[in-house]
């Protein structure tokens, strides 16, 4: 059982815009379980929330906090407490080679330089890639980038995981290495996915709809009702509609 006291996600009227276009509206929610999904169809606003747990993103209007800080204004305190791992990893990715880019984070939270290669090393090493080291990031598989930004994030052991779709385009083998290393993850994790089987085993799960949270609950409950209204907004969906 993973220990999550004082480790909450407070949303309280949360609401984002774009271009003069409501993203995220008067979002408030208190998420305290170990494991949290995050649903919805395309354009619902998943991305966005999880940018804005992240602190990557400032709310317009409502107030953010993840264990106890805000993540867009406390950006020292943010990289211990909150990580995120991107659904494309070339937007993730930042230096040439494998060494670079897991010792960045660390040395941002204050470890020397050779401190923070020794930690890296250790981290390829327990991942059975000691070899990447001095790899260029450039030659890898996209398989192997995710595993890089999974290394990195969580190298500098954030209380939570933010996850944005981190298995679309991965082939099965790849996707079933990277489950079991967040399985063995000890922090909290907010997974946002289109994909409602990735969220097996999870405690907790929240559907999100233009922008506003509709429910949230059991995933064992959410789960099926959010199908069955994705499969009926779909039957009701006809090329006559489309081409409207």
């Known amino acids: ?62 107030t953010v906090s993840v264990a106890g800080i805000d993540p867009g204004s406390d950006r020292k305190a943010a990289l211990s407490t909150v990580g995120i791992l991107f659904q494309n990893p070339d937007h993730q990715i930042i230096f040439p080679t494998v060494l670079e880019e897991l010792s960045f984070g660390l040395t941002q939270q204050g470890h020397s330089k050779a401190e923070a290669e020794n930690l890296s090393r250790s981290w390829l090493a327990d991942y059975d890639v000691s070899h990447w080291a001095e790899a260029h990031v450039s030659r890898l598989s996209q398989g192997q980038k995710q595993l890089v930004c999974l290394m990195s994030v969580l190298a500098m052991q954030p209380r939570w995981l933010v996850l944005d779709e981190p298995f ?10 990277l489950s079991r290393r967040l399985e063995q993850y000890s922090g909290n994790i907010l997974h946002v996915t289109h994909a409602p089987e990735d969220l097996a085993g999870y ?28 499969q009926r907004q779909g039957a009701g969906n006809d090329l006559t509609d489309l081409a409207d």
């Open 1 to 62: 059982m993973r220990d999550t006291a004082g480790s909450e996600i407070t949303l309280s009227g949360v609401s984002y815009g774009q271009d003069g276009k409501p993203i995220l509206q008067d979002l408030s929610a208190i998420l305290s379980a170990a494991r949290i999904g995050v649903v919805g169809r395309n354009g619902s606003g998943k991305t966005t929330l999880s940018r804005i747990v992240a602190g990557l993103i400032l709310p317009d209007a409502g």
């Open 168 to 177: 679309s385009g991965l082939d099965l083998p790849t996707r079933a290495q």
């Open 203 to 230: 405690d907790h799960a929240i559907w999100l709809d233009q922008g506003r949270l509709v429910g949230q609950g059991a995933p064992g409950q959410l789960i099926p009702n959010y199908i069955d209204e994705m």
